[in-house]
């Protein structure tokens, strides 16, 4: 290894705390140096290349170093690079709040944030305070999905029922209640997509007793991402959906991951032909190049908190870079882009193909089970007969020396690529996939 390199790993390591991460792993496998990237692709220290066949951490839907959306940003930054939103506004992003508002022509109120966690706690905080506002003081408890993931800030913690994420702050969370059983598919085929009539009996049971007292269900719609890539039925999308209108109590839908054609829709509330009541955007909404979100919510919502200042009903929420010039500019561009080049079809061409190369890997490797898709994410299980193996992060090293980042969430293997990929970039995946799976001794 060159010199330069190797002093810039071991100040890595000496200096660096990478993000979700127990260090001590990196005392074996060292951090790939990155140079540029492309595409489906980044470009590494020695020359070589490795396949992006998570969109980095489901951020890069229209791939790296698209030439539109630098181009936009160029643009942006020959004019100004931030401006305080308190009290100003500017053409960048009145355009893109306008664009947004037409996802789900009811959520036409736009408020920003940074990142993808900080929108479910808007959402959090907005419809506790809206409930205060119309007088339900008692609507002050939170229900979210077993198995979800909303975020490592504490209210969005407080939402999510994975326990590693989670349990070494409970002293500092609210109680939320978990909503089970989840009638998972494998994907838009299962009979279950279209009628879970009988899971369903069982969660309104569950969920009678908070009729009175819920403020709002917290949901990943459709695809549960951290939870282990887990898809789970349109019909149950939808009864929730009219259970929670029955009752006077919101639904946040965190789009974090899903928005922006992932699931082969814009949206994946449009799977059930639903509207949330607040929708939250993130990771795909600049494609990945900077840090931004925004939660979307209706004038119903709106008109609660606006009044005079002496009332007391100002939702006093900032980020300091919310809204940031730059960052709008690029999501401006990624719509445009979206819109141009069809990509939602795109992505459910592209989740046929992912499908159906996922099925191969699983026939010829004979380790890996649960094969499941939507859209542009297919996914599979690994047979691990050893509970303690970290044997989702041995294929992980392994695929990382044969040229493809697929980081595997526990024992589940899956593909989030760019939903730009092409054929031969799939195919690639798929080859490296299927020898870095031979390659780990069962």
Known sequence: MDKVIANLINEDIQHFWHPCAQMKDYETLKPVVVTGASESYIHLHDGSKIIDGISSWWCKSLGHNHPRLKAALKQQIDKFEHVMLAHTTNETIVNLSAKLAQ?????????????GANAVEIAIKMSLHAHKLHGNNHRKHFLALSNSYHGETLGALSVSDLGIYREAYQELLFNSNFITPIPYVSGTHDPLWNNCETQWQQVEAMLTPFKDSAAAIV???????????????????????TWTQQHGIHLIADEIMTGFGRSGKMLACEHANIQPDFLCLGKG???????????????KIYDLFYD?????????????????????????????IMDDENICQKA???????????????????????????????????????????????????????????????????????????????????????????????
Request: a negative charge; glycine letters at 6%; hydrophobic letters at 45%.
């Open 308 to 336: 005079d200042y002496e009332r007391g009903k100002s939702f006093l929420h900032s980020h300091t870079f919310a809204g940031n010039a730059l960052a709008a500019s690029v999501a401006l561009e990624t719509l445009a």
């Open 219 to 241: 949901i990943e719609p459709i695809l549960q991402g951290a939870g282990g890539m887990k898809i789970y039925s349109q019909d149950f999308l939808r009864r929730l959906r």
């Open 285 to 299: 909404l600049t494609s990945g190049w900077l840090p931004m979100s925004a939660m979307l919510t209706s004038d």
């Open 103 to 115: 996802l789900m022509p009811a959520l036409n109120k736009v408020f920003y944030a940074s990142d």
């Open 348 to 442: 459910t061409t592209l989740g046929e193909l992912l499908h159906k190369a996922m099925l191969e890997v699983a026939e010829k490797t004979n380790r890996l089970t649960n094969v499941r898709s939507i859209g542009a994410m297919a996914a599979a299980d690994l047979i691990n007969d050893d509970p303690t193996r970290r044997l989702g992060f041995e294929v992980y090293q392994q695929a990382m020396q044969l040229g493809a980042l697929v980081r595997p969430i526990g024992n589940t293997l899956y593909w989030l690529p760019p939903l730009t990929m092409d054929l031969a970039t799939l195919e690639e995946l798929q080859k490296i996939t299927t020898n870095a799976i031979m390659a780990v001794n069962f």
